[in-house]
């Protein structure tokens, strides 16, 4: 008992040590509210005002969006369109898969074989949004986000994320210069981040999703305190929650179909726009998992010492015991990764 218990015990220090390190960039993202690189409303024409915009344009005139094929929901269809319809002199782009497929093939061989082997089709349409807009720049905009007034403003500068509450940015809605450094590290960044996580929403959120990006965006801004963010080409500005989608003159508006189509996707822009109470429901399902693998596995070790107790001399019991105890160590551990792999078979 006292040799696995000190392994267990050993395993947890390491773990807490290593997720503590590893989530001290997410304790910093809580209270990160981005108000250093927000774009103020005062920036920004009000919509519809005759002035015309005096700043120049850095950010290509291109919108992408990505779905599985051609065949848009007709929930979704009216959201596309909108968007569409403001922006007749913008070149647009729907991402289909076999589209994405063959741009990865094409211009980022080395990345293909992570591409298409990630197991959820969401870190794909996520992984894919990084790369066409460090490649091509532009905007990108999820399906479910309609377009309510022209997005010119938006694109005097480098680069822009989206704010979420309470924190963290969102990869629904971004736009770039091509070959924007902070895209391009995100790219770069989307290979060391494909590790499976014990659920698939985490899975998903920290190799590709909001989290990943978050997590980049805040390491990203730590780097360059030091440089005149004026001057800096690197900077990615943050578009609030008043000016995404809150008022009459924001500049998105999500829609809410209610067709029984793209269930699957309502389910996905969900997530993207509660990512952080996923993970930390992830953590705790995670936590409580690991709680009763442990119980399960003190009781297997008692009831074994017992029946051997029981059968041979103490003297032998306490001998035999460490020996043992090395088997149902391997056990639990081959058991978790059985569950594992079921939990991940759920696909989400
Ligand atoms: C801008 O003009 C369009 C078309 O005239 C109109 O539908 C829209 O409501 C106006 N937006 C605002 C915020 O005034
Ligand atoms: C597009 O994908 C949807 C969902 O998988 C499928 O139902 C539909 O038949 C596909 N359309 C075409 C034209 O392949």
Known sequence: MRRSLLIFLLATVVIVTLLLHSVSTLLSLLIEDASADAIHRSELPAPNSTLLETRPQLIPKIIHQTYINES??????????????????????????????????????????????????????????????????????????????????????????????????????????????????VMESLQGANRSWLLPYITIMASTGPLFLSVIWKKWMGQHAHLDPDKWIGRVRVLMPDEYNKHAWSFFKTYKGDSWHGKDARFIFWMGKNWLLLTVLGFLLAAVVGLAIWWLYSRVITLGARRRAAGASPRLAAFRFPVVSGVPLFRKWSGSQQTYELVEQHDA
């Open 72 to 185: 848009i929901p007709p929930n979704w269809k009216p959201a596309q369109q909108s968007c569409i319809d403001l922006h007749p002199d913008y070149e647009y782009i729907l991402w289909t898969d076999a589209k994405c497929h063959d741009f990865i093939a094409k211009e980022y061989p080395w990345f293909l074989s992570t591409f298409v082997g990630y197991k959820h089709n969401i870190q794909r349409a996520d992984a894919i949004r990084y790369f066409v807009l460090a490649h091509y720049g532009g905007i990108y905009i999820d399906l479910d986000d309609g377009c309510k007034r022209r997005l010119d403003p938006l694109l005097s500068y480098t680069a822009w994320v989206r704010r979420t509450r309470p924190t963290g940015i969102s990869n629904d809605v971004m736009a770039a210069i091509p070959q924007h450094p902070f895209f391009l590290r």
